[in-house]
């Protein structure tokens, strides 16, 4: 993966697939402390504690076709190569939650990404989640959250082409401004 | 926090949705799935679906649901775009990128006619 929004859409993924309803997912740059912090929180089933232990392992999965999960694997991997560190909380029937944290300013610190591209990927193509996103720098914040748009809309499907265009819109507006604002280039 | 577009916009874009369907005939939806596990994030699916979205935004197509789901199975052939036209079978296209997926969209989608050359047994 090139970007940290790819590996936050995988780890979404999991989400979903565990069956959760709502996913609150958090990027937090402290341009100061220099670290840059990712979270994906969910209420999906989760995961006893010998799975927790093994999860990072890249032979355990839940695919059944393939023997080989390297979602989990490759993001801990990533964070640990920039001085960051990896953490995943779970607890059955409680849900989830994967915290990677980086060292900003590291050499190998891949960029931020498409963020609102995979938001908009998440939130079309799951409607029946309930999508929460907060995009911090510094003390600014930007916060999603999809539930007073799908009140208002009541019953007209995310995918109406106008829709679609008012939810890029305002993701992609937020988090442009909000990195504006703190003069952070797009392209990091 | 400064927005462009307010929740009372959403309002309006409610109601012209609403209006739109009003005085449409109901016909079936399309379903377009795109896998999105890991393989398939890590070959670009994400760029394929936003692709789907683009050009359904663009050309204000109707009737089209674009949902995601998780690896399909099929991992040497991401990304994989499923069309499900109402009432027909699902087709599964495979190593679809974004500019494959709008030949999908006008050719299959709106014109019917599966793209055979992009086809893999589902």
């Known amino acids: ?188 | 926090m400064p927005t462009v577009k307010s929740l009372d916009d959403l309002k309006k874009i409610r109601e012209e949705a609403l209006k739109k369907q009003q005085m449409k005939e109901t016909s079936g939806k399309t379903e377009v799935i795109v896998g999105m596990g890991t393989v398939g994030i890590a070959a670009g699916a994400r760029e394929t679906l936003k692709a789907i979205l683009d050009m359904i935004e663009e050309d204000n197509l109707e009737d089209i649901i674009v949902r995601q789901t998780g690896n399909i199975g099929l991992d040497s052939f991401e990304p994989i775009v499923q069309v499900v036209l109402p009432g027909k079978e699902k087709v599964t296209y495979g190593r679809v990128n974004g500019e494959m997926a709008r030949k999908i969209i006008k050719q299959h989608i709106l014109g019917g006619e599966i793209v055979k050359e992009y086809q893999i047994e589902g």
């Open chain 1, 1 to 188: 993966m090139r970007e940290l929004a790819l590996h936050i859409l995988d780890i979404a993924e999991n989400s979903i697939s565990a069956g959760a309803s709502r996913i609150r997912i958090s990027v937090e740059e402290n341009l100061d402390k220099d670290r840059l912090t990712i979270t994906i929180e969910d209420n999906g089933k989760g995961m006893d504690a010998e799975t927790l232990a093994k999860i990072t392992d890249p032979f355990i999965t839940s695919r059944t076709t393939r023997k080989v999960g390297l979602g989990i694997p490759f993001f801990k991997a990533a964070a640990e190569s920039c001085e960051g560190h990896f953490k995943i909380q779970s607890q059955p029937g409680h849900g989830t939650t994967v915290t990677a944290e980086f060292k900003r300013s590291h050499i190998d610190r891949m960029p931020l990404g498409d963020l609102a591209g995979t938001l908009q990927t998440l939130i079309i193509g799951t409607p029946d989640v309930h999508w929460i996103f907060d995009y911090c720098i510094n003390d600014e914040v930007f916060h999603f959250d999809d539930e007073p748009i799908k009140e208002i809309l009541d019953g007209v499907p995310l995918s109406e082409p106008s829709v679609m265009r008012y939810i890029r819109d305002t993701l992609r507006t937020g988090i442009d401004d909000l990195r504006q604002d703190a003069g952070v280039p797009t392209n990091q």
